[in-house]
């Protein structure tokens, strides 16, 4: 599904674009593993696409629910980051926890776990934009 939207953005020549959560938790960070094709097993920060008058915000707090089962509240955007090889853009906030506990669909994700930073280098990430957004905070 994820394949035939990027290739039908590219197509149209418009930009997909998406929305990130970093999350914090005594020093560590919340991290999914992918269970979709092409980025099957990679770890990435919880987020996914932004629906037809979804605010990036909105969507944000929508996909960290649907990925985590957390309830969230953004404190601020941290990055925009242009992926012209995948024609999107990716909008990355920092936010902290309300209320949920963590539960993964497990059609969606494999695992997921809270990760250090020194932890996340022995990880295969999504993308040298997971690192470069903990960078950023």
């Known amino acids: 599904m994820i394949e035939w939207k990027l290739y039908l ?5 418009k930009k997909r674009h998406t929305a990130y ?7 560590k960070f919340l991290l999914v593993q992918e269970s979709t ?19 990036p915000e909105q969507a944000a707090e929508r996909e960290v629910e649907e990925e985590s089962g957390f309830d969230v509240e953004l404190i601020r955007k ?12 990716r909008h990355i906030f920092l936010g902290k926890i309300k209320s949920g506990e963590l539960r993964i669909d497990k059609r969606e994700h ?20 997971v690192i470069e957004a903990f960078d950023l905070i």
């Open 9 to 13: 953005a590219k197509l149209l020549g």
């Open 21 to 27: 959560v970093l999350l914090e938790k005594e020093g």
């Open 37 to 55: 094709s092409g980025i099957r097993g990679l770890w990435g920060l919880p987020g996914g696409g932004i629906d037809g008058g979804e605010s």
């Open 78 to 89: 941290i990055a925009e980051i242009q992926d012209k090889k995948r024609n999107s853009v």
């Open 110 to 129: 494999i695992d997921a776990g809270w990760f250090s930073k020194e932890e996340m280098q022995s990880l295969k990430l999504r993308g040298d934009w």
